[in-house]
């Protein structure tokens, strides 16, 4: 199965339809059947729509959990401790990622203090420990489909994962949702019929549970409605409670008419409880029939946990259905990305196809599968750098904007590939003279460009000054066009398509073309390649390519333009420099405000006159921006100790929980340290340094050598032995111990090999 256009159309649609899902539910989540009918009578499509969906715990938690296999380099024997030091690197202290609804609250927020303050996996999750009205909360089951994805046909080793993980969290039945929801998804893979779904499902919990109890009588009664629903019995009903016009009732209702009585949330303690809403879900699997759109609006019809619900059941019909089962309405909305809200964040902005792309290098590792074809050159590159196509529907975000108004049309086809078998298209339908338009990819966002802060993401670039884009173009075959080289009379007859590209700085606002890479659109694939010039103090928030028709056809005629791209590509190559007290603030909300290209672990982050304050009340206060792939780096950074004993640049940077970091230290002593959720010296020097004094550190990194000064000293300069999660990674600011320190600047060079 691995390896086929099948696997990949079926991975692909799992992760799509976990997030069509999730958006689907999203602005009704919490929402009763009732209120949900009366707005909306029957929902066909999404309730609300958003210019961007920001992120949410739904997409928070598989998106990151399934990075433990890699960081750890192992499989389904990876142990629970190993995992919930994974979700520690990823969830900020306090923010973003999970809902911090309070402790004994929420339940991941309670899991979360517990393993801070000592309390070891999977005792932080336990009824023992927290009780069962917290322990059995829905989120081991929204937060497991990943393991299902990454495990495909293989139900029991899902399942066995998604316990270990969920039970960092929960316990019991909340346990037993994760590994009912994973197993169904591997299961997903192979199955043919929902029924055999479910039934994998269900063999991996326990038989004497409540969550096996509850499924057993509501899938019953599920069948029991579906054999009658063409009699005239179902209008007759003992539940009055529920609004049903009998000009459209739907034999589903009749069903949670039943999930409502014996299931609802009356029955149970806690904000938001497992097994209301896995009823929902085993309802929704047999009333949809297999239908990928009729299952996930019948489920968020339903009311309750919607964006969960439906976000689960998005990934196993995603998966059963296949990309090819999912209607093409629910596809604009998604746009192939996903913004995030780890504390990591270069990973908070991600496309579908990225991530898939991971989950699928992963299985392939675990099974021992060697990749083929354009998989292959897939696989061997840097996460998010490379842009294919491969993925049916997919676009990597890319985006595009006619600066004449005209409807332009971005999607992907089989029709044409420089590699592989896919590629995107760009259709301009009324295309003159003199007219242009602007295909792009955005590297970075702003909070305008979502509706809410949902989950509160901190955003960092993915592109930066220095970098390298390449990318392939090519016209329509057949449509003749502009030859350079050509003296012959007929290429006055021809088109002439201008390519050039251009960046756009978030800080400055501005659009910069780059006139001296500009090419002519061919009828055969042609190579487009620049490098970003290096930059003082800019946030590059969009890249791409500006197409003017230069000339096109007789004058006022209007014909159609069709373009082609494939293998985009970042190569990095980073060369710029940052002066912090001139950063935006990003207002996403009153409570909400942030420097800009700065994600965080935990601190109070200012931007002041003299640079951006970074404060800490005793635990690590940490700040990080760059690319997590840099490997060989040099960094200058300007800091002034304003108070306490710990002042830091951090280097190589994996998380919150795993850095490399150097800086000033109590007993005028400058330290290198690698942490592993706590700080471990390295190396320690004699260096006398003062308050409100600022010092130029310089931090020299090529593979295990490190070689850091202090203005014009030298203070370490050999190799050390780094295990391979300390050999790349982004940069940050920091300190502990209840310090505060001002960063005025930092500049950054990437050592090419």
Not at 268 to 293: D, M, Q, T
Not at 363 to 375: F, N, R, S
Not at 451 to 458: C, F, I
Not at 488 to 501: A, N, V
Request: hydrophobic residues 35%; negative net charge.
């Amino acid at each position: 199965m691995l390896g086929t256009v099948e696997y990949y159309s079926k991975l692909y649609g799992g992760w799509v339809g976990k997030v069509i899902g999730v958006i689907h539910g999203a602005n009704i989540e919490g929402w009763p059947y009732e209120r949900i009918r009366e707005s909306f009578g029957k929902i066909t499509e999404y309730p609300f729509r958003f210019k961007n969906f920001c992120s949410d715990d739904d997409i928070n938690g598989p998106l990151f959990y399934l990075r433990a296999l890699a960081d750890y380099e192992k499989g389904s024997e990876i142990s629970v401790q190993e995992l919930a030091a994974s979700m520690l690197n990823y969830v900020g202290d306090g923010h973003g990622f999970f809902w911090w609804g309070g402790y004994g609250v929420s339940t991941e927020h309670t899991a979360y203090q517990n393993l801070m303050a000592g309390i070891p996996a999977p005792e932080s999750g336990s009824i023992k420990q927290n009780g069962s009205a917290t322990a059995e909360q829905i989120g081991g089951q929204i937060f497991s489909d990943c393991w299902g994805l990454v495990y495909p046909g293989r139900p029991k080793e899902a399942a066995d994962l998604a316990e270990k993980m969920a039970s960092i969290t929960h316990d019991r039945n909340g346990v037993y949702g994760a590994r009912f929801i994973a197993a169904c998804i591997a299961k997903a893979f192979e199955a043919n019929s929902v029924d055999e779904i479910i039934e994998a499902g269900l063999a991996q919990i326990p038989v004497t549970s409540e969550y096996y109890r509850m499924a057993g009588e509501v899938l019953a009664v599920c069948r029991k409605n579906e054999k009658t629903a063409d009699s005239n019995t179902l209008e007759e009903t003992n539940h009055p409670k529920i609004y049903r016009p009998k000009d459209s009732f739907e034999v589903w209702e009749e069903s949670f008419s039943f999930v409502q009585e014996h299931f609802g949330y009356q029955h149970y303690e806690g904000s938001c409880h497992i097994i209301p809403n896995a009823a929902v879900i085993l309802l929704a699997l047999i009333h949809g029939k297999g239908e990928f759109s009729r299952s996930i609006n019948i489920a968020n019809m339903c009311g309750w946990d919607t964006d969960c619900n439906v976000g689960n059941l998005g990934a196993i019909l995603g998966v059963y259905c296949k990309t090819e089962g999912i209607e093409e309405k629910w596809l604009p909305q998604v746009h192939d990305f996903i913004c995030a809200s780890s504390s990591l964040g270069y990973l908070n902005l991600q496309t579908v196809s990225q991530i898939a792309a991971y989950c699928a290098k992963l299985t392939a590792t675990i099974y021992k599968e060697q990749p083929q074809g354009i998989w292959k050159t897939i696989f061997e590159k840097d996460e998010g750098t490379y842009f294919h196509f491969e993925f049916p529907t997919a676009t990597h975000a890319m985006r595009v904007h006619s600066l004449d108004g005209k409807k332009l049309l971005l999607t992907n086809t089989s029709e044409e590939a420089h590699t592989g078998s896919r590629a995107l298209k760009i259709v301009s339908p009324w295309t003159e003279n003199g007219d242009s338009f602007q295909l792009y990819y955005k590297p970075y966002y702003q909070p305008q460009e979502f509706e809410d802060s949902r989950y509160d993401p901190e955003l960092v670039p993915t592109l930066y000054p220095g970098d390298v884009i390449r990318a392939y173009f090519k016209g329509k075959d057949g449509a003749e066009y502009f030859d350079e080289k050509d003296t012959s009379p007929r290429k006055e007859s021809g088109k002439r398509m201008r390519i050039l590209p251009y960046y756009k700085d978030r800080i400055r606002n501005e659009i910069v073309k780059l006139m001296n890479y500009e090419q002519y659109v061919t009828k055969n694939w042609q190579k487009l390649e620049f490098r970003l010039p290096g930059m003082d103090t800019v946030i590059l928030e969009e890249v791409g390519f500006l197409f003017v028709c230069m000339e096109g056809g007789a004058r006022e005629t209007k014909f159609t333009e069709i373009l082609y791209l494939d293998d985009f590509e970042i190569l990095h190559s980073a060369d710029y420099r940052m002066d912090l007290k001139k950063l935006p603030l990003e207002k996403w909300t009153p409570l909400h405000i942030q420097p800009a290209h700065f994600s965080y672990l935990r601190g109070m982050l200012r931007v002041e006159a003299d640079g951006l304050a970074i404060s800490g009340s005793g635990l690590p206060a940490e700040c990080y921006t760059g690319n997590i792939h840099w490997k060989n780096v040099e960094l200058f950074v300007s800091v002034r100790p304003v108070k306490g004993p710990n002042h830091n640049v951090l280097f190589r940077v994996q998380g919150g929980a795993r850095c490399m970091a150097a800086g000033f230290a109590e007993g005028n002593r400058f330290q290198l340290y690698r942490k592993d959720r706590e700080y471990e010296i390295l190396e320690s020097v004699s260096f006398c340094w003062e308050y409100n004094t600022f010092y130029r550190v310089s931090i020299q990194c090529k593979e295990n050598h490190i070689r850091i000064a202090v203005e014009d000293t030298v203070l370490i300069d050999r190799d050390f032995a780094l295990e391979k999660v300390y050999q790349s990674g982004c940069i940050g600011l920091g300190n502990q111990n209840g310090s505060r320190t001002v960063y005025a600047s930092y500049q950054l060079l990437e050592l090419l090999e």
